[in-house]
């Protein structure tokens, strides 16, 4: 499934680009002056091959969730249960992301990929990803698919925090993830995620994968102290120095330093370039698994669009790896998938201006 995927995955298309730059040019507003929104306007056509690009709704998040190993390491303060119950709390619609969702009029499905406690399962509503795939692309409530790979990785400074197998396995959940969120009618697929102790792996990866040193990649999470970050740097330099992984094998760099949420992202990524449906971007975890999805198909970042800059100053470092601009900056560190959520109505707009605004020549409005 994954090679077969990575396959499917193209180049924006030219043409429908060129075409709407040209329309840009003819609506009636000074060229130029939606700044940000135009370019990302011209690049979602390309991804669609058609201009004007299709609105991008409805909005489905995928929230994966998944436990580390490392929190033996004593990088985060939070007991590794916390997991479990914010799974809990997001099936019971009272985390951040879900009153965001629901201001957005989006669906919200969380994916146990790797919790290592038991996550409560609603009995009114199956686990597992439906029959019929609408189910998970409805906003009236949040689902859970469970699709739980191992119960939490392994400590990632000891050994690799995934064997290769694993790996797979959580990229390809996402995938799988991502063609029932599609299949079920979602226009654009938001990033979501939860894991205690999920910024130390999500730093290993941005190290790995743009070559920048721990300390500077590395951020204070849910807010350690100045031990506990100088523990969670040191954590992370000595993970890279044991694993030395190659950021030309994503697989491996997933398997020696990364999570199951993050490979699971990864795959959601890559699942939606290959069906040529837009991603927005949440904070650093998503935007280290993006790392690894470029990785595998560099042309996949045609379908990644930045939500936000996170305060994660990891994040920052991938994005511009990346060569993408993050379209609001809020200082934001929570995940979840709250900034993807927020930045939102900005890719909405972006694609609506195609679709709505009159062209000088219709409006019979005079060009300097």
């Known amino acids: 499934m994954l090679e077969s995927t990575v396959a499917a995955i193209r180049p924006l298309d030219e043409a429908a680009m060129a075409a709407a730059r040209d329309l840009q040019g003819r609506l009636t507003k000074p060229a130029g002056s939606l700044g940000a929104l135009e370019p990302l306007s011209v690049r979602l056509a390309g991804l669609a091959g058609a201009c004007p690009p299709p609105l991008p709704e409805p909005a489905a998040v995928a ?35 879900n009153a965001f969702a629901r201001q957005a009029g989006a669906a919200v499905t969380v ?27 409805d906003p009236a409530g949040p689902r859970l698919v469970a699709a739980n790979v191992r119960a939490g990785t392994r400590d990632m400074t000891v050994t690799a925090a995934l064997t290769r197998d694993e790996a797979r396995a959580a990229v ?24 205690i102790g999920n910024t130390t792996p999500a730093a290993a990866l941005v190290a790995a994968f743009t070559g920048g040193d721990p300390a500077e990649v590395t951020g204070r999470g849910t807010g350690v102290d100045d031990a506990t970050y100088a523990r969670k740097v040191g954590v992370v ?3 890279l120095d044991r694993h030395a992984p190659d950021p030309a094998d994503p697989l491996g760099v997933l398997a020696a330093v990364g999570g199951l949420e993050h490979a699971a992202l990864a795959g959601l990524i890559l699942g939606a370039a290959a ?8 904070g650093v975890i998503a935007v280290s698994g993006a790392l690894a999805a470029a ?13 936000h800059r996170s305060a994660e100053p990891g994040a920052t470092a991938a994005l511009r790896h990346l060569g993408l601009d993050p379209l609001i900056d809020l200082g934001l560190r929570l995940g979840e998938g709250t900034g993807a959520l927020l930045a939102l109505p900005v890719v909405t707009g972006a694609v609506r201006v195609l679709h709505e605004v009159a062209t000088f020549d219709s409006a019979g409005v005079a060009e300097k």
């Open 111 to 137: 994916v146990d990929v790797g919790v290592a406690t038991p996550v409560p399962v609603d009995p009114a509503g199956p686990a597992g990803l439906p029959v019929d795939p609408a189910a998970l692309v």
């Open 275 to 282: 069906r040529r449906v837009p991603v927005l971007l949440d």
């Open 172 to 195: 390809e959940t996402g995938i799988r993830v991502a063609g029932a969120l599609i299949d079920g009618g979602a226009g654009i697929l938001l990033t979501g995620d939860m894991g």
């Open 237 to 239: 330099r000595a993970a």
């Open 63 to 97: 929230v994966f969730a998944g436990d580390h190993g490392v929190h033996a390491q004593g990088v985060t303060p939070w007991p590794q249960e916390v997991t479990a119950q914010m799974v809990g709390n997001f099936l019971a619609g009272g985390a951040v992301v």
């Open 295 to 307: 990785a595998f198909a560099p042309d996949a970042v045609g379908a990644m669009v930045a939500g």
